[in-house]
């Protein structure tokens, strides 16, 4: 690996503001790969990052400030990128069902989404099955993840899982599921797709079903 | 190893009133002055009454209040360990609280095996290692007895084998005052002299009488050796309460009171101002088994007035903590070694001794050792507190977020983490969630601390010392055994 992308990738890691842009136009200006610097060195970063979370040496805020560097990152790459070249691992709605208001670990998923490379498309709490199904329709998601904090609020994921069929959508996305009481065997039950029982498993899951 | 930051407590423990514990001073003073004791060293019978003590016809000795009080006036009220290479590792005194381990163990739970075997001089270098790995251990006593020694010299023996797997500062056992002798040599060898010893003391004698009120001469000769040597040592009394002291945890306390400051005044008539530490051990008689106990409740209680009459009489003071009657390492071994060592904390004791002690004292345990420098660990932060012109009221960040928003990237959360007071991180305490921690094979306390105590003994082992050094102290091992034989 070059001096450069080493360079990339521990500016990525420490998530300042400001640095990994200009790791990305120095790479360029050496005549760098832009591909080769979105692979080894932007992705690598963020690789590395989600690894360091998993080890306990760095906290979550780290990631999130991780993946907005490597954002800033992206954008001074793009122009450069061949034409065609997916920036995304694709598009996921999200949010925490109807009747429930609790949604700091689905934000938690979706910041780690985002990290992960996912366009994330957060509805909030309290979301109203139509309005998961609209958002899925109109983004193209292929991803959906629905986040319930409590037992008596777990069956709106049923509902929204029913009206996907109902609108004949349910084949074209995939369903995550999660939340503390939620478990493998009820995601099984109302026949979602994924489950996992917290963020940094849910990207595991969610780049599986992708 | 320096001693930058000792740890102090600012949340702090205190149950007795300045009434009270003058009372308990005045009856230990009563007990030395009206019962007297035995003392059975002549030397310091001598010294003894030649400064205004008594003798009576039946042996006893009585010593009166103004020889104790000149004695506190002269002994200092903190003094300094070093680590073996000579730089400052503890100040024992105020509030400064250090753990270490305790001392001559018969048994041991081996660590590999999880067999209840006896101890051998091989234990007391595995307890010095894994002690050399953690940072929350501060000072090393030899952890296990070497049942596989004969017994002359065993103690030499114990001392070269802990200076050779740590270099922390050594708390030691000694027989009598030649063993001892030869180990305050070795340690001076170490420093370049016995000047530069008694400047840099990097042991710490521990010497016991024997309760009820007798001092039997060698724990004197020890005593006075230290004081010539410049040597810090404890005098430290260990009275079962109901059994060999006062079932009442005044009664107990006034009587090891009385036991210990006669140690005081003729280690401070032969070298006043030599560094000395106060300490009565805590232990009860259960009265229905007949066993003696260094974890019932009841020995806490003792123990909390201890601490505080030393803290009151501005002696830096012998302490307890990381113990258990236990004979399993099991939940009771997690709450005994928490709640000791917890009170030791916030009581601001000194020298916490013990830990890695199992069933009063007989069986060793090095996941115990683990276990405890995890629990240091994390309380540390906690009695660390919240410094009042630190506190941080967060106010524009909670303004920043406002409803329905969330901190898990906000500036304020990651400069907390990064440069302000972070998250303390355990080591062995789980925090995994049950798939997780299944997935990780389903490990429990007991066998995390196991394998880390197995992992520090993997390490490296501390630089090996000057080889003319440990001639020399073979030949002292020699003329100790021949001397002893």
């Excluded at chain 2, 101002?273 to 300490?279: E, I, Q, S, T």
């Amino acid at each position: 690996m070059t001096d450069i992308m080493k360079d990339i990738i521990a500016a990525v890691i420490d998530g300042e503001p400001g640095p990994v842009t200009t790791a990305v136009s120095a790479a360029l200006e050496a005549g760098e790969d832009p591909e080769s610097i979105l692979n080894d060195g932007l992705t690598a970063g963020m690789t590395a990052v989600g690894e360091m979370l998993d080890q306990g040496e760095i906290f979550i805020p780290d990631v999130l400030w991780a993946a907005e560097a490597m954002q800033e990152g992206l954008a001074v790459l793009l122009p450069h990128l061949a034409h065609g070249v997916s920036r995304s691992a694709g598009t996921v709605v999200i949010g925490t069902v109807q009747g429930d208001v609790h949604d700091i670990g689905k934000n938690l998923v979706g910041l780690m989404l985002s990290g992960a490379g996912f366009e994330v498309r957060d509805l909030g709490h309290d979301v109203a099955p139509e309005a998961f199904v609209d958002s899925v329709a109109h983004n193209g998601a292929g991803l959906l993840g629905m986040s319930a904090m409590l037992t008596t609020t777990m069956p709106a994921m049923t509902r929204t899982l029913e009206l996907l069929r109902a609108r004949g959508m349910r084949e074209k996305v995939h369903v995550l599921v999660g939340g503390a009481p939620v478990t493998q065997g009820y995601a099984d039950k109302i026949g979602a797709d994924g489950w996992a029982i917290d963020a940094t498993r849910a990207v595991v899951v969610a780049k599986e079903l992708a | 190893m320096r001693d930058r930051t000792p740890f102090e407590p600012v949340i702090q423990l205190r149950h007795l009133s300045d009434d009270t514990k003058q009372r308990i001073f005045d009856a230990a003073l009563q007990v030395l002055a009206d019962v007297g004791a035995s003392v059975s060293h002549p030397e310091g019978v001598e010294l003894l009454v030649r400064s205004g003590c008594t003798l009576d016809d039946s042996g006893l000795l009585r010593v009166p209040p103004s020889a104790v009080e000149r004695a506190l006036s002269t002994v200092p009220s903190s003094f300094a360990l070093y680590d073996r290479s000579g730089s400052q590792a503890m100040t024992l005194g105020g509030n400064n609280v250090y753990f270490g381990t305790g001392s001559d163990l018969m048994w041991q739970y081996d660590v590999e095996t999880g067999e209840h075997r006896p101890s051998g001089l091989d234990d007391i270098a595995r307890v010095a290692r894994v002690c050399d790995g953690l940072p929350n251990i501060d000072f090393v006593m030899s952890g296990a007895y070497p049942t596989d020694l004969g017994p002359q010299g065993v103690y030499l023996a114990t001392f070269l084998t802990m200076m050779r797997n740590t270099t922390k500062p050594l708390v030691l056992v000694a027989e009598n005052e030649v063993d001892l002798g030869a180990i305050i040599d070795t340690a001076a060898d170490l420093r370049g002299g016995a000047e530069r010893l008694r400047e840099a003391p990097y042991l710490l004698a521990y010497v016991e009488p024997v309760s009820p009120l007798l001092h039997p001469r060698e724990s004197i000769a020890k005593l006075l050796l230290c004081a010539d040597a410049g040597v810090p040592v404890a005098y430290v009394p260990a009275p079962l309460a109901g059994a060999t002291s006062p079932i009442s945890s005044g009664g107990h306390v006034v009587q090891g009171m009385a036991e210990c400051l006669l140690g005081l005044v003729v280690h401070q008539l032969r070298a006043p101002g030599a560094p000395f530490m106060f300490g009565v051990n805590q232990g009860s008689l259960d009265m229905v088994s007949g066993q003696p106990s260094y974890t019932a409740i009841e020995s806490f209680m003792n123990y909390l007035t201890i601490v505080e009459m030393a803290k009151w009489l501005r002696l830096p003071n012998w302490g307890i903590s990381g113990c258990t009657d236990s004979q399993a390492i099991d939940a009771q071994l997690g709450l005994e070694v928490a709640e000791l060592t917890l009170l030791s904390m916030l009581l601001g004791s000194n020298l916490n001794h013990d830990v890695g002690f199992m069933g009063f004292g007989l069986t060793g345990s090095l996941e115990e050792i683990v276990i405890t420098d995890e629990f240091v660990s994390m309380n540390k932060k906690l009695l660390s507190g919240v410094p009042a012109e630190d506190l941080d009221l967060a106010v524009e960040a909670i303004a920043g977020v406002g409803p329905k928003g969330h901190y898990l990237g906000h500036p304020h959360t990651r400069a907390h983490l990064r440069k302000g007071p972070g998250q303390w991180r355990p080591g062995l305490l789980n925090r995994d969630n049950r798939d997780r921690w299944v997935e990780a094979g389903s490990v429990d306390l007991r066998e995390k601390a196991r394998r880390k105590a197995l992992a520090i003994l993997q390490t490296d082992p501390p630089a090996p010392l000057d080889p003319g050094l440990l001639q020399r102290a073979d030949a002292r091992m020699n003329t100790l055994r021949r001397e002893t034989v």
